[in-house]
């Protein structure tokens, strides 16, 4: 099952008990087997769709190695070694085999990852840093779908063939691609970081002191902020995420799990995974991409007059919000602000074009599309205007 329209393309049901099955089958068909068979409209039901996720994957060796190989072909390729290094050679084995010391820490401590709230939106996107430490160790870390923060050790020493022992690159899930930040090392970062800065007090509103690399000394006004304070905002709060990993004790299983952690550290890990699944599971990004594909999805010409509008699910309810929204406004162009307006003001608070579907939003958006008059005509209508779209 690719998606919730899966369900009822050639599709068997069967309930829990086993006595039951639910399917698009002809019913003259199966009663000539013999078979008693009800006919149901399924607009009617509620059908809960539910799918077992298994947290021991995520501090299993199979994760290790690939988040080992992840660090490693990341580094390669933004640092273009295209050539066999045998300083790789540990992590290469442990890749190749599972054999070998594993280089991999999973990040277990919940305090990084309240941190990480609020140093980054919560989009469900992989955020990726490489940075070497005092020793001149590299490590990359990788916050894996804004769910599992994974410390690998790369190299006991620099490369001298690699220019950058810092990077810093974030892979969005709406598919938005920024260049990587790039610097020889961690120190470099600092330097950069406190050169931007002075060129932009004048633009952005620093409070206490502005060569202070402590994230607590730091206050910017992100409205209306230019490419170089955003520039310099990402850099300090990098900055903090390195500062707030190297602070952890490394031997600490409070801080950081290898394989096989105890029963009482599998339930601390569970519940903070789970949290992270949660909200990442819970999140809803505007794109065209995903608007196109809920309609085509869901709201073909004779599945619009069928939705029962007291069963759909939450996200449900916001795209077919926002479809309405688009033919409300006549949306000719897909735009991201525009299509924003219309629901910022539901929000909690500003959330940048992310947004986590809880029941509260749920329920306004469900009461604002009960007082449309004629909602059947704007879906179609708004439809009609997304499949438009280039």
């Known amino acids: 099952?690719?998606?919730?329209?899966?369900?009822?393309?050639?599709?068997?049901?069967?309930?829990?008990?086993?006595?039951?099955?639910?399917?698009?089958?002809?019913?003259?068909?199966?009663?000539?087997?013999?078979?008693?068979?009800?006919?149901?409209?399924?607009?009617?039901?509620?059908?809960?769709?539910?799918?077992?996720?298994?947290?021991?994957?995520?501090?299993?060796?199979?994760?290790?190695?690939?988040?080992?190989?992840?660090?490693?072909?990341?580094?390669?390729?933004?640092?273009?070694?295209?050539?066999?290094?045998?300083?790789?050679?540990?992590?290469?084995?442990?890749?190749?085999?599972?054999?070998?010391?594993?280089?991999?820490?999973?990040?277990?401590?919940?305090?990084?990852?309240?941190?990480?709230?609020?140093?980054?939106?919560?989009?469900?996107?992989h955020r990726m840093m490489t940075y070497n430490d005092t020793s001149g160790k590299i490590f990359v870390l990788i916050y894996f779908f804004g769910i599992a923060v994974y410390k690998v050790m790369l190299l006991n020493n620099p490369l001298l063939s690699a220019k950058y022992n810092f990077l810093y690159k974030k892979l969005s899930v709406d598919g938005n691609r920024k260049p990587t930040i790039k610097y020889h090392s961690i120190e470099e970062v600092?330097?950069?970081?406190?050169?931007?800065?002075?060129?932009?007090?004048?633009?952005?509103?620093?409070?206490?002191?502005?060569?202070?690399?402590?994230?607590?000394?730091?206050?910017?006004?992100?409205?209306?902020?230019d490419e170089s304070c955003q520039l310099f905002m990402d850099m300090t709060n990098l900055l903090a995420f390195y500062d707030l990993i190297e602070k952890l004790p490394a031997h600490n299983s409070s801080s950081f799990l290898h394989e096989n952690p105890s029963i009482c550290e599998q339930k601390r890990l569970c519940s903070m995974l789970l949290s992270g699944i949660s909200n990442t599971l819970s999140l809803a990004i505007i794109t065209k991409r995903k608007l196109k594909r809920f309609v085509d999805d869901y709201l073909h010409p004779k599945a619009i007059s069928k939705i029962n509008f007291e069963l759909i699910h939450p996200q449900f309810t916001f795209f077919l919000y926002l479809v309405i929204q688009v033919g409300i406004i006549n949306l000719l162009e897909f735009d991201s602000n525009k299509i924003y307006a219309t629901i910022k003001d539901k929000l909690k608070k500003d959330a940048g074009g992310y947004f986590i579907i809880d029941k509260e939003l749920e329920e306004i958006l469900k009461k604002e599309i009960k007082t449309y008059a004629s909602i059947d005509e704007l879906l179609e209508k708004g439809c009609n205007i997304i499949k438009g779209w280039n």
């Open 190 to 225: 600092a330097k950069a970081s406190n050169d931007i800065c002075a060129n932009i007090v004048e633009q952005c509103t620093v409070i206490h002191s502005a060569q202070s690399l402590n994230i607590n000394d730091i206050y910017i006004s992100a409205y209306h902020a």
């Open 1 to 125: 099952v690719h998606s919730n329209t899966d369900l009822f393309k050639n599709v068997i049901l069967k309930s829990v008990d086993g006595s039951h099955i639910i399917s698009p089958q002809n019913p003259n068909e199966i009663q000539a087997k013999g078979r008693r068979v009800d006919s149901y409209d399924v607009n009617d039901k509620e059908i809960i769709k539910k799918v077992s996720i298994t947290v021991d994957i995520f501090h299993s060796k199979e994760i290790y190695r690939l988040m080992s190989k992840v660090a490693f072909e990341w580094y390669c390729l933004e640092n273009e070694i295209d050539f066999y290094c045998e300083e790789f050679s540990p992590i290469v084995q442990f890749i190749t085999t599972g054999n070998g010391t594993n280089p991999v820490q999973l990040v277990a401590d919940e305090k990084v990852y309240e941190t990480l709230d609020l140093l980054f939106t919560h989009d469900g996107s």
